[in-house]
């Protein structure tokens, strides 16, 4: 689940940067439930580690969707997407 939560967080980074293109603004209407969704696995990946085990993946995952989450809003309010 570490795994799944990792490729979750790039691929929400590269839809990140696919929605900071101009005319592709409109992208972070889907990008941003899915980068929320993604944090919410990683989160749950981190949480059911076993003890003593790495948890790094799932947190490189809960990093890389709040970032994707939170530049996908900022491109919304900035864009005027968000009035």
């Not at 209407?29 to 696995?41: K, R």
């Not at 990683?42 to 085990?53: D, L, R």
Request: hydrophobic share 65%; glycine share 14%; aromatic share 8%.
């Amino acid at each position: 689940m570490q795994m799944v939560s990792l490729i979750w967080g790039i691929l929400a980074l590269i839809g990140m940067l696919i929605a900071f293109v101009p005319f592709f603004g409109a992208l972070n209407w889907l990008l941003i439930p899915f980068a929320v969704v993604g944090a919410i696995v990683s989160a749950i990946a981190a949480g059911t580690a076993p003890p003593g085990a790495s948890k790094g993946k799932s947190i490189a995952g809960l990093v890389c969707c709040g970032i994707a989450a939170i530049f996908g809003l900022i491109r919304l309010v900035a864009g005027l997407g968000v009035v």
